[in-house]
């Protein structure tokens, strides 16, 4: 009924047979074969990120070229290409006409003197009194074109007939 066991330790197990050492043979291979190439495809990425790099770098310093100090002839010249522009920028038409227009004509207007860096004008004129002088200066001060119109002297003619009043406004115009 009850059969045997026979269990043997010491023997000799199985061998592993000629198609299993081939085909671990052949994976072997296939790994080295798989090695080198992912080695070669590594070095390749390497390669081309560099030539990359460069072409990248070329352009860059084509469209950013090397900027030379400037001289002090070319900036004395710079200088004063600004300050021709700034002159030929004044608005003297639209300062003129406000200047000019001005509805009570009991003030004559005797200079205009200019500064364009500061965008600034120096009227020198005559009025007939201090309401005139007074009148003139709050009409420029509510120009749109003018601002910060002040005046900046006054003297009266006690010598000329009528006793005029000759003064000084300092107005700032707005570049727009």
């Known amino acids: 009924m009850n059969q045997r066991l026979d269990i043997d330790f010491a023997r000799n197990r199985p061998r592993i047979s000629h ?6 043979g052949v994976a072997l ?3 080295c074969a798989s090695g080198v190439s992912l080695w070669q495809a590594y070095d ?17 310093a084509k469209s950013h070229p090397v900027v030379k100090p400037a001289t002090p002839a070319a900036m004395h010249a710079e200088k004063q290409s600004l300050a021709v ?16 227009d001005y509805p009570a004509h009991d003030v ?10 500061q965008s600034q004008i120096r009227i020198t004129a005559e009025a007939k009194n201090f309401d005139a002088m007074i009148a003139y200066l ?4 509510s120009s749109k074109l003018l601002r910060e119109a002040i ?12 006793t005029p009043v000759r003064f000084q406004i300092t107005a700032v115009w707005s570049r727009s």
């Open 108 to 117: 004559a207007l005797i200079g205009i003197d200019h500064n364009p860096v």
């Open 138 to 141: 709050r009409y420029l001060q």
């Open 44 to 60: 390749d990425n390497d390669r081309v990120q560099e030539q990359v790099e460069q072409a990248r770098h070329r352009l860059f």
């Open 85 to 100: 522009l700034r002159e030929l920028t004044v608005p003297w038409q639209d300062l003129l006409s406000i200047l000019e």
């Open 151 to 162: 005046l900046n002297d006054h003297e009266i003619e006690n010598n000329v007939p009528g």
């Open 29 to 31: 291979v296939l790994l």
């Open 19 to 24: 198609a299993g050492l081939a085909l671990l």
